[in-house]
């Protein structure tokens, strides 16, 4: 299975891609540990990115899409993997298309993690429930929205997007998710 995971903070993608990874056996690939690892270790990449990652800012598509593109040419490249935090805009789907092309590669699946902004508030700031918090998150989901709209008319367009609510308890989330991509057992 090659899959890519997409939805706004607090949606729990992270936990869905978890448990992917255990169920088949994928490949993680998440570039924002790619970038964050970069910074730390001080390569002529991260230092570039390092401005934009403390800011929160999207680091730019050429950077993102290199990365991706060296792990997908690499002696060892992933062959089942899920994606997680890219693409994230058009025209890193672009990029990955075509990517995936050379490679002989091809999504099986785009899974959308579908949450309302008002869930997502609650669930973020429900513990302490400070105005500045929800602004931040309100300002977040606003740009995932703006950013994510195009993506996913994208991968729709292509037959590929599985809009799974995010909502009920990890474990059902997830046979919904393996229901939607055909790999219940
Ligand atoms: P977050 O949910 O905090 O955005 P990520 O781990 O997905 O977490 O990403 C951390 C940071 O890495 C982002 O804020 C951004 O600066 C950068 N990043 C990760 N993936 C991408 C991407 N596909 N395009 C642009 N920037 C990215």
């Keep these: 299975m090659r899959l890519v995971l997409v939805g706004p903070p607090g949606s729990g993608k992270g936990t869905q891609a978890e448990k992917l990874i255990e169920r088949l056996g994928l490949t993680y690939i998440g570039t924002g540990d790619i970038l964050r690892t970069a910074v730390r270790d001080g390569t002529p990449m991260g230092k570039r990115v390092e401005p934009r990652m403390k800011q929160g800012l999207l680091v730019p598509d050429e950077e993102v899409n290199e990365v991706v593109a060296e792990l997908f040419r690499s002696a060892d490249r992933p062959n089942c993997f899920v994606v997680d935090g890219y693409p994230r805009t058009y025209s890193q789907a672009v990029a990955f298309d075509a990517l995936l092309k050379q490679q002989y590669l091809d999504l099986d699946a785009v899974i959308c993690f579908v949450v309302s902004d008002e869930e997502v508030i609650r669930r973020m700031c429900s513990r302490n429930r400070d105005d500045d918090k929800e602004e931040t998150v309100r300002r977040r989901l606003a740009e ?22 995010a909502s009920g308890t990890p474990e059902e989330i997830h046979q919904n998710v393996i229901k939607a991509i055909g790999a219940a057992r």
Excluded at 145 to 165: E, F, M, N, S, V
């Design 144 to 165: 995932y929205h703006k950013i994510t709209d195009a993506l996913l008319d994208h991968y729709r367009q292509k037959g590929l997007l599985k809009d799974i609510p």
